[in-house]
């Protein structure tokens, strides 16, 4: 048996997060929190919000809260499915299987944080 390389351990990884991601309630969950910004910007009146720094302001807390709850969720399935344990015991660092999480992840997050600040802009 060898050893997968660094580069294919974080794609498989990345890979199978992905599709977990995508068939999980987390979607829905982050969809529902980053609509926040624009159910601000529709309920407060068009003289309230001077510019659109009010929105991003709002979106600026998206930064704290969607990242946390895609890993949060993605590595609770793992220990919930009990996989944790194999993939620990596998020759890889545990950094690899954080960093190939985070792959995946990453480009979802920043969809949902930049659709975010998008809608109530246009909106304005």
Known sequence: MTVPTTGAALTALARVTWTRTLRKKTMWVAAAIALLPSVYALAVHHSVISEVDD?????RVLFAILPPVFVAASIGEEIEDRTA????SRPLGRWTV???KLLALAPIVIAFICASWLLPCLAI
């Open 55 to 59: 929105v991003f302001n709002v979106v």
């Open 98 to 100: 954080i960093m190939g």
């Open 85 to 88: 344990t194999y993939l620990w």
